[in-house]
């Protein structure tokens, strides 16, 4: 757990530079990412390897995903993230190899801790680990680790680690079968 500032009501969460860079961003965002043509995903890739982002090899952001900071994202080869996706990347958001993220997912590493006066913003690092999918519209809290090959169902909102290979659905999200393959 990373604390950005002990109280929210007396300072800014992050740094000046980091907020100059943000706006810097967000410019570039609407200039050279959000309205690219859809095949043009290498082109969206430079854009974020430009701003810090690790990007593997083949992968597919699509012109419509939501990067709040491009530096904390690690994306492995042939990952997929759909239109519509919010990466809240306060924290460190890795993707493996071949993970797809569907559209209207909200992938959050920030939050606050409403124990302490001024409400402190913390960051969680978020891991979806290789061939898993997150279906449509899931919500994924701060600090979750989706395990390799799972499926975490349309809808879901995921709280805990979900385990390797295991389908999984609901709110809170809880492992519900193997994920077996049929030939």
């Known amino acids: 757990m990373a604390k ?8 800014a969460s992050f740094s000046f530079s980091n907020r100059i860079m943000r706006v810097v961003w967000s ?12 095949p043009l995903h290498a082109w969206r890739a430079l854009v974020l390897r430009c701003f810090g982002a690790k990007v593997g090899k083949g992968v597919h952001v699509y012109p419509r995903v939501t990067i709040w900071a491009p ?39 920030g939050t606050h801790d409403y124990t302490l006066k001024g409400f402190p913003l913390y ?34 909102v995921v709280t805990k680690d979900m385990p390797d290979w295991m389908v999984c659905a609901g709110f809170p999200c809880k492992p519900l079968t193997n994920r077996e393959f049929r030939d």
């Not at 990412?33 to 859809?38: A, D, G, I, L, Q």
């Not at 492995?76 to 493996?96: F, K, M, P, W």
């Not at 701060?142 to 975490?152: L, M, R, Y």
């Open 4 to 11: 950005v500032n002990e109280d929210t009501f007396k300072g």
């Open 27 to 38: 410019v570039v965002y609407l200039v050279f990412f959000k309205y690219s043509p859809k």
């Open 71 to 109: 530096w904390n994202l690690e994306l492995h080869d042939e990952c997929g993230i759909a239109n519509g996706v919010e990466l809240y990347s306060q924290g460190r958001i890795t993707v493996g190899k071949r993970a797809v993220i569907s559209q209207g997912s909200y992938i959050c590493t």
């Open 123 to 156: 960051t969680k690092p978020i891991v979806i680990k290789e061939n898993a999918w997150v279906a449509a519209q899931v919500f994924i809290h701060p600090g979750v680790i989706i395990g390799e090959g799972t499926v975490i169902g349309a809808r879901s």
